[in-house]
């Protein structure tokens, strides 16, 4: 027999002994405070037609469901390895909530990770390395071209872009607390700037996506003046426009509707309780020349602010052209974001989160060299973001080019974030990716800012230590000869074989 049938059978004869014994002995009655739901569950499983699983298996086939949502658990807790989690591992969570804490975040008995498996990353150490007292350079970057009147003193390490609706107003208001405890900037995301997002008056990057939350018109236009009655705040240091992310490259950003509550909606300037699904492209412009004239207005109205624009790597040719366009016009954003395929914090496609957009090491390495290749590197700051964890992660993008980096997911986890991969339907058990009140309420906002300032601290105090290790005294010295990747394994190359540099300027007698 079925499950259905033994079921059936199994149903019958419950229901006729429970009369029985009821009649021999009244207070049997309440055994039905038991069976009487499981039969009832049984009985919709049987008759209802959707689910195969439940109706040959009443009762017994609910269980397939409760182990599914539970799987990720189960996974997290009790099967992984240190080294095999995914999207990140335990080995870096455990990094990043040791250095949150301030506690012991050095490990014993030697690595766990597979040094001859192809794609093992290292850096040469010096036998004449520098210890950290000897280093003596204050770990910043001051973002701003020619034509940038208010050029900014970026730290090296910020907080990558993340909106308030997305996350918490408490995570946002934790996340701003940190910042501000630790002179580094905060990126709004492209969801517009929050009351939270000022709480602390730290700094703040505003990225305007296409949606231009914060700056729109009624029907979803950029709005010149809302913008620059904004941008002149003071504590917003920059602007970056969102050109693509490595979550969902080619598709806009997606505020689910459980999300969108009446006061993220008034911030956004959209329909409280409805899907927010931004356009996947600008609206403001629609050419390299027309975005390089929108860089030019931005700075103008934010009274000569640092202006750039952050992008995954996808069709180069189109790089290209912005470069060209760049050249051409004589006008040139201030700091380029390059993010990587790898990266992302909230909801995406998974068509798009896997298999769209290059991998942040490939991305950077292209847009370094372009820009050094049409003479343009010397004005413009690189920015990286994707998945940046460690201090190995921060030598590894300055390596391939990068001036700075930001990260997301790993500031996420200083505030309390554990993985639970609920971001998208507001059921965050640790109150960060959520907008329900009594989730969020337990994220206390004080010690968890501490938290984000301490790991900004202990990250960047591991990156300026192995840079000393590799006998440099500064990050201008560090390039990509200093790393190494196994490619097989009797075959290791450095970064600067696998990505090589490119002449100053080369590019350029090719127009």
Not at 33 to 44: D, H, M, Q, R
Not at 86 to 111: E, H
Request: hydrophobic share 40%.
């Amino acid at each position: 027999m079925r499950g259905r049938e033994i079921f059936i059978l199994i149903a019958l004869v419950t229901i006729v002994g429970v009369a029985l014994f009821s009649m021999l002995w009244p207070p049997f009655i309440w055994s039905t405070i038991f069976f009487g739901p499981i039969i009832l569950l049984g009985t919709i499983d049987v008759v209802q037609k959707k689910s195969a699983i439940r109706n040959n298996f009443p009762v017994i086939g609910r269980l397939r469901y409760v182990l599914e949502a539970i799987r990720p658990e189960i996974m997290q807790y009790f099967v992984e390895t240190d080294i095999e989690g995914t999207p990140i591992n335990r080995m870096f969570r455990s990094l990043v909530y040791q250095r949150a804490k301030a506690v012991t975040d050095t490990t014993p008995f030697g690595t766990k990770v597979e040094v001859y498996k192809v794609g093992y990353e290292w850096m040469d150490h010096s036998m004449y390395a520098f210890s950290h007292s000897e280093m003596n350079f204050n770990p910043r970057v001051m973002v701003g071209g020619p034509d940038c009147t208010q050029p900014y003193s970026a730290s090296m390490l910020n907080i990558s872009a993340m909106s308030f609706g997305s996350l918490s107003k408490n995570a946002v208001m934790a996340l701003n607390r940190g910042a501000k405890k630790g002179g580094f900037a905060h990126n709004t995301g492209e969801g517009g700037i929050s009351p939270y997002h000022q709480k602390d008056n730290a700094d703040l990057i505003w990225q305007i996506g296409t949606g231009y939350f914060g700056c729109r018109t009624d029907d979803g236009h950029f709005d010149a003046e809302k913008y620059g009655e904004m941008a002149t705040t003071d504590n917003i240091k920059m602007i970056e426009i969102k050109l693509s992310q490595g979550a969902k490259p080619g598709h806009g950003g997606i505020l689910p509707a459980i999300k969108n509550t009446p006061e993220i909606a008034a911030i956004r300037g959209v329909e409280p309780y409805t899907e927010v699904n931004s356009p996947p492209t600008h609206s403001a412009f629609s050419s390299a020349s027309e975005l390089m004239d929108f860089i030019k207005t931005l700075r103008d109205k934010s009274g000569g602010k640092p202006v750039g624009f952050k992008l995954c790597v996808g069709v180069k040719q189109e790089f290209i052209d912005l470069c060209k366009a760049m050249v051409s016009k004589g006008i040139k954003p201030d700091f380029i974001t390059v993010d990587g395929g790898e990266g992302g914090t909230g909801a995406a496609p998974v068509e798009f989160s896997n298999s769209l957009g290059s991998p942040l090491k490939d991305g950077l390495a292209f847009i370094h060299n372009t820009l050094e290749g049409y003479d343009l590197r010397k004005d413009i700051k690189i920015n990286a973001s994707g998945k940046i964890i460690s201090g190995f992660h921060l030598a590894r993008a300055i390596a391939l080019g990068a001036d700075m980096v930001s990260c997301a997911r790993a500031m996420m986890m200083a505030v309390g974030c554990i993985q639970a991969l609920q971001c998208h339907v507001n059921t965050c058990p640790t109150g960060v990716a959520t907008q329900d009140k009594s989730l969020m309420k337990a994220l206390d906002v004080k010690s968890k800012g501490d938290r984000v300032a301490n790991f900004h601290k202990s990250t960047l105090h591991s990156f300026i230590d192995l840079i000393g290790a590799a006998g440099l005294k500064t990050p201008d010295e560090l390039k990509r000869k200093h790393v190494n990747s196994r490619v097989s394994l009797a075959n290791v190359e450095t970064y600067e074989k696998i990505y090589p540099y490119i002449p100053t300027g080369c590019l350029l007698q090719k127009r």
